[in-house]
């Protein structure tokens, strides 16, 4: 879902630490981007952009949002185009929710919808996420999404998949008690990947009672481009749905 390979706008200077994140993307740019899309990105992006605090420091998500007060953070990591991303962020205007996405172009198109929009919940960031990851405080997220993730499917590359036992140690460790981890896939082989892992992380537990509950989309589930194409294709989703043990 995601590519990538050009410096975004506004990269130039920043802390190494945020720079030498392990790549789980390709490229950063695919086509030329137009005029209207270049000045969002240079207009829009630096005011909703996650910049990590330096030195190391912890990041407070809720402090993203200041004229928002939100009721609860969540976080979509990779939102390709942003069309799952931006339909959440308008039915529930008083989440604050964290994009996280590499890609300029799929970044460009979110800025599109949050400028017409003028969506007030959302911020970006516009780089890796495992940094951001790193950076939250324990318990803070209420949702986490990882929706149809770049399958790396060859053998050699799939030390590149996103999903590991570190990765999903991570999202629990930032996942408040009872929070959620939604992940979606139209590559069998990438769902029973991510069942494998999350079978070991004790963090977490798969919500699934029946068949259905991992064939049918999650509920108020908006659907993207992306799936649309993989479902003509023939290509059947998987939807997995995993909650936050509570800590003792």
Known sequence: MTGRDQ?????????????????????????????????????????????????????????????????????EIGFGGGEHLAAQARTHPKVGIIGAEPFVNGVAKLLRTIDEEALGNVRIRDEDVTALLDRLPDACLSRVYLLYPDPWPKRRQRKRRFVSEASLAAIARVLKDGGLFRFASDIDDYAGWTLARAARCAALTWTAERAADWRQPYPGWPGTRYEAKAIAAGRRPTYLEFARVART
């Open 7 to 75: 410096t975004p706008p506004g990269a130039e200077g920043r802390d190494h630490a945020e720079e030498a994140e392990r790549a789980f993307f390709g490229r950063r740019k695919g086509k030329r981007l137009r005029d209207a899309q270049e000045e969002r990105l240079a207009r829009l992006l630096p005011t909703l952009r996650v910049v990590l605090p330096p030195g190391g420091a912890v990041l407070d998500p809720r402090a993203l949002f200041p004229d928002l007060d939100p009721d609860e953070i969540w976080l």
